[in-house]
Nanobody
Framework: QVQLVESGGGSVQPGGSLRLSCVAS?????MGWFREAPGKEREVVAG????????YYARSVEGRYAVSHDNAKKTVYLQMNDLKPEDTGMYYC???????????????????WGQGTQVTVSS
């Protein structure tokens, strides 16, 4: 199993930016990020196929978020720009073991999440 620790969350005003980090016990080929807003189900927002750095984004965040990774640091990042109140939620890093990737695969195959890091966007 992969152990994941998220950090970098905080409170920002609309239009602000945050950079989340996820330190993994070891990297896998498909990793990504989920978020869970108050009263809503957890949803996948971004993924990355680490061998070639192909990325995937939910329509709600495409163009504003950017996921990247650093194998040497065993870390996955989520750069979040132009944040909106609806981006508020607990953000979790995710990792899968099968040699496939994409938002649907992350949603269906992810079994473990870390503690999460809170992101709050408000005026």
């Amino acid at each position: 199993q992969v152990q994941l620790v998220e950090s970098g969350g905080g409170s920002v005003q609309p239009g602000g930016s945050l950079r989340l980090s996820c330190v993994a016990s070891h990297m896998t080929e498909c990793m990504g990020w989920f978020r869970e807003a108050p009263g809503k189900e957890r949803e996948v927002v971004a993924g990355i196929w680490t061998p070639t750095s192909i990325t995937y984004y939910a329509r709600s965040v495409e163009g504003r978020y950017a996921v990247s990774h650093d194998n040497a640091k065993k870390t996955v990042y989520l750069q979040m720009n132009d944040l909106k109140p609806e981006d508020t939620g607990m953000y979790y890093c995710a990792a899968t073991k099968k040699p496939i990737c994409g938002l649907s695969y992350l949603m269906s195959l992810t079994k473990d999440w870390g503690q999460g890091t809170q992101v709050t966007v408000s005026s």
